[in-house]
Nanobody
Framework: QVQLVESGGGLVQAGDSLSLSCTAS????????MGWFRQAPGKEREFVGF????????DYADSVKGRFTISRDNAKITVYLQMSSLKPEDTAIYYC???????????????????WGQGTQVTVSS
């Protein structure tokens, strides 16, 4: 069992920056990938990005590439989502997730993750 807790959400203005944290606990030793997803009101949950615990790299959705950066702290079992140049369309509940697949196909999809946090709200005003 893995528990994930997100924090750092809030209200910001367009163009601002914000950093989210996701701290994991429990049986985390077998986790391969930590992903970030988001869900806007009335929308399906969508992929934001992921990072490999091994340090093999990270990947992002086209909509956030160049603006968002995912980093990790293996000692603290924590991942971060650093967001810059925020836009109103970034408004959503942001979720972190722990997965056990090593392929990019599953790393970019909800089905590739087993455990999810409760989410943290990010609201970007125009």
């Amino acid at each position: 069992q893995v528990q994930l807790v997100e924090s750092g959400g809030g209200l910001v203005q367009a163009g601002d920056s914000l950093s989210l944290s996701c701290t994991a606990s429990g049986r985390t030793g077998s986790t391969v990938t930590m992903g970030w997803f988001r869900q806007a009101p009335g929308k399906e949950r969508e992929f934001v990005g992921f990072v490999k615990w091994s340090g093999g790299g990270a990947d992002y959705a086209d909509s956030v590439k160049g603006r968002f950066t995912i980093s990790r702290d293996n000692a603290k079992i924590t991942v971060y989502l650093q967001m810059s140049s925020l836009k109103p369309e970034d408004t959503a509940i942001y979720y972190c997730a722990a997965g056990y697949y090593s392929t990019t196909y599953y790393n970019r999809r909800e089905a590739g993750y087993t455990y999810w946090g409760q989410g943290t709200q990010v609201t970007v005003s125009s």
